[in-house]
């Protein structure tokens, strides 16, 4: 083992050892920083849960396809339902759409208040033949 004195009469290490140094200072208050850093965190996935609650959309409006027929080269029919608050009127979008899934045709169809499952069944025209017809959204107006 390497010493720092001459003749090899020593062991000491050349570095000394824990004696020969001061001890450390004891350090204050090392629960804080955690402390923050877990509300900072706290409040941060607070606000990303509200964010994702908000942009969830417009939730209390559904639409499910029953069928279409898209058989017929300048229009398309849909049957669809409807699930939404009763006392609440809504607005859905009908979407026709070609093989290259393009836009060929598109509808509004108005949902009137009073009942909260409704069955339409609605004609779409079309600039082409339409392969797919489907509900793009319902909102509640």
């Known amino acids: 083992m390497p010493t720092d004195e001459a003749g090899g009469g020593g062991t000491r290490p050349v570095l000394g050892t824990p004696d020969d140094f ?4 004891a350090r204050p208050g090392r629960l804080v ?5 877990a509300l900072v965190v706290a409040l941060i ?3 990303w849960g509200y964010i994702m609650l908000r942009a969830n959309g417009n939730p209390v409006v559904s639409a499910q396809v029953i069928t279409f027929d898209a058989s017929a080269p300048d229009s398309a029919v849909i049957t669809f339902t409807v699930s939404k608050p009763a006392g609440r009127a809504a607005t859905c979008r009908i979407q026709a759409l070609d093989t290259r899934h393009l836009e060929v045709g598109s509808r509004e169809v108005d949902v009137p ?6 069955e339409f069944t609605e004609r779409v ?7 797919a017809v ?4 319902c909102d509640l107006v």
Request: a positive charge; aromatic letters at 6%.
């Open 113 to 118: 208040r009073g009942r909260s499952n409704l």
């Open 22 to 25: 001061a001890p450390r200072p």
């Open 134 to 137: 489907h509900v793009d959204y």
């Open 45 to 47: 996935a607070g606000g």
């Open 125 to 131: 025209r079309t600039s082409a033949q339409a392969t």
């Open 33 to 37: 920083p955690y402390v923050v850093m």
